[in-house]
């Protein structure tokens, strides 16, 4: 196969306009290229006037995994706040089926002990092992033992020279497996905080329990900005796109365990975005998308700096991606304000959060860059909100189908098809036209993860893939 060449294939990611080898652009300590450009400069957008230098933030940019592991200490703090309030989470109680896929809230028991009785492993003979010692052996077969069968069809012993067929999962006489061998009586079988995957509910119904007591879903805010972005059934101009991001951040909130709020579209105006930020706050967590990166017009970072937000990061070394922003800000003490769309009834039924403040990230807003970095950085988060306790990021690995070539300096999680049979599984880079190529991603169910050292990784090599 022809070797694929990266920076045929849009290796620029266009949210950044930089060359990524350099990343984010040096800068000096504590200063922000935004400030900088427009030091002394009054900004008016609108009627609203502010001086942007006194206000922007100073520029945190981290290497992939230093940011990552930001994000997996801030999910951490917010489930010890909920174990020393644990009250104060709230819950719901669903029936089983139903609370497939949410996060458990209470530990799951033994009913009995499991098995509740000396069980057969397989299909086969009981008898005993001495008239087995010489053989050949002919031993005379007394019952059958079926699956459930009740204790009268059950031989009370099986004597010497004798044998009982017995069916996987039927009783047997003393002596094969064990009763609770798997568990005890009362023993934990499912913590608090577990996803509820099959097994889990499978567990679950083996104990009786039709009914789970599980985490209410965390409320996710979404605000897509940028005066370029129209609502869906709104004709876009000669120069403006259609809201694809606040729609696939939506699906990826769902998947997480999380319920998204979408939020009316920002413009390029502070003000309102502004008051848009402030109603998304009220909501578990604020996940935006655009005005993020070093533009005239990106406004995210300075009015969060104004509202006096505190940056974990303001960028990552990776691409797609790079400029991505990751803070909390101190907790409204309002009660009375209710989340965005939120009923009035739901709203008063919520308990008060025992966290001091609300998160939030700005995403990129070219779509596989929204994509990429939620799955990074925003989806910890959510976990945590939702009950999980956090969870290390996992790379599986596959050998690469077709050579890359690549330029150091960050590290790359590029769309790409795992394909194969069995355990012979390939990667290979689709190719795409950089981080706006929706039509690429929606074709790739993985990325291939480059680190930020390897300029040529030839076919065959063993590489990281991350699963979308």
């Known amino acids: 196969m022809n070797p694929v060449n990266f920076n045929d294939q849009g290796g620029r990611d266009a949210t950044v306009g930089l060359d990524p080898q350099k990343s984010v652009p040096r800068r000096a300590p504590g200063k922000n290229l935004f400030t900088a450009a427009i030091h002394r400069t009054e900004v008016c957008f609108g009627n609203y006037h502010r001086e942007m230098s006194a206000t922007s933030s100073p520029s945190i940019v981290l290497p992939f995994e230093d940011a990552r592991r930001v994000v997996e200490e801030q999910a951490a703090e917010i489930r010890a706040a909920y174990s020393k309030d644990a009250h104060r989470q709230n819950t719901e109680i669903l029936d089983l089926l139903s609370a497939a896929g949410r996060v458990l809230a209470e530990p799951v028991k033994a009913d009995r002990d499991i098995p509740p009785f000396p069980r057969a492993t397989r299909d086969g003979y009981a008898l005993r092992s001495a008239d087995l010692a010489k053989l050949p052996a002919t031993l005379d077969v007394i019952a059958e033992i079926k699956a459930g069968a009740p204790p009268g069809e059950i031989p009370s012993q099986v004597k010497s020279g004798q044998a009982a067929a017995i069916m996987t999962g039927a009783p047997v006489p003393a002596g094969i497996v064990a009763r609770g061998a798997e568990a005890k009586s009362g023993s934990q079988l499912l913590s608090a905080s577990c996803r509820l995957n099959d097994a889990a509910i499978a567990l679950a119904a083996s104990v009786g329990k039709s009914r789970l007591e599980v985490y209410v879903r965390p409320r996710v805010a979404v605000l897509t900005t940028g005066d370029e972005i129209v609502d869906l059934d709104t004709e876009p101009g000669p120069t403006q796109i259609r809201n694809s991001n606040s729609y696939s951040l939506a699906v990826q909130i769902q998947q997480a365990g999380g319920e998204p709020v979408l939020l009316p579209i920002a413009p390029d105006e502070a003000k309102r975005l502004r008051e848009l930020i402030e109603e998304g706050l009220r909501c578990d967590l604020l996940l935006m998308t655009g005005g993020v990166s070093m533009g005239r017009y990106d406004l995210v970072e300075p ?89 290390q990021l996992i790379f599986l690995h596959a050998q690469l189908k077709s050579e890359i070539r690549s330029k150091t300096g960050l590290k790359r999680f590029l769309p790409a098809i795992l394909s194969g049979e069995f355990e012979n599984a390939k990667a290979e880079l689709v190719r795409w036209q950089g981080s706006g190529d929706i039509r690429a991603t929606a074709s790739a169910n993985c990325y291939i993860v480059i680190p930020p050292d390897r300029e040529n990784i030839p076919a065959g090599d063993w590489v990281a893939v991350l699963m979308r």
């Open 303 to 391: 009015v969060l700096a104004e509202m006096k937000a505190e940056f974990f990061f303001t960028g990552a070394k990776i691409q797609p991606g790079g400029p991505v922003v990751f803070g909390r800000l101190r907790a409204s003490t309002d009660d009375s304000l209710s989340a965005a769309s939120e009923p009035q009834s739901a709203a008063a039924e919520r308990k008060t959060s025992p966290l001091s403040h609300a998160y939030f990230c700005g995403l990129p807003g070219n779509p596989v860059s929204t994509m990429v970095t939620f799955e990074l950085f925003a989806r910890p988060m959510l976990e945590a909100l939702a009950g999980m306790l956090p969870r």
